[in-house]
Nanobody
């Protein structure tokens, strides 16, 4: 049974940092593309970042490029999202999802695959 568990969310001031974790069981993350997406209240899901299977190429939405870093620890079967210089607009529930490839994850109509329960990130002073 595939399970993804997100953690690391919280309340942070603008300019602060958080690191989200996505611990996977029932699958080996390095064999899949792993995506972080977010959903703010009243808004559509938004692809944030993706790390590809194998060589671990990384991709980012323009809104987070240069501030967020996605990484993968194969030994821990866990994917991370380091979020720096957070802005109020980053406030959302963040989810990790399993995909075959990173292709299309930034498409607003992208149908994300299996994901976990999410981690709330609130950026506010």
């Amino acid at each position: 049974q595939v399970q993804l568990v997100e953690s690391g969310g919280g309340l942070v001031q603008p300019g602060g940092s958080l690191r989200l974790s996505c611990a996977a069981s029932g699958l080996t993350v390095r064999f899949y593309a792993m995506v972080w997406f977010r959903q703010a209240p009243g808004k559509a899901r938004e692809g944030v970042s993706c790390i590809s299977s194998g060589d671990g190429s990384t991709y980012y939405a323009d809104t987070v490029k240069g501030r967020f870093i996605i990484s993968r620890d194969d030994a821990k079967n866990t994917v991370y999202l380091q979020m720096n210089r957070l802005k109020p607009g980053d406030t959302a529930v963040y989810y990790c999802a399993i995909e075959a490839t990173c292709g299309g994850f930034l498409d607003p109509a992208f149908d994300f695959g299996s994901w976990g329960q999410g981690a709330q990130v609130t950026v506010s002073s």
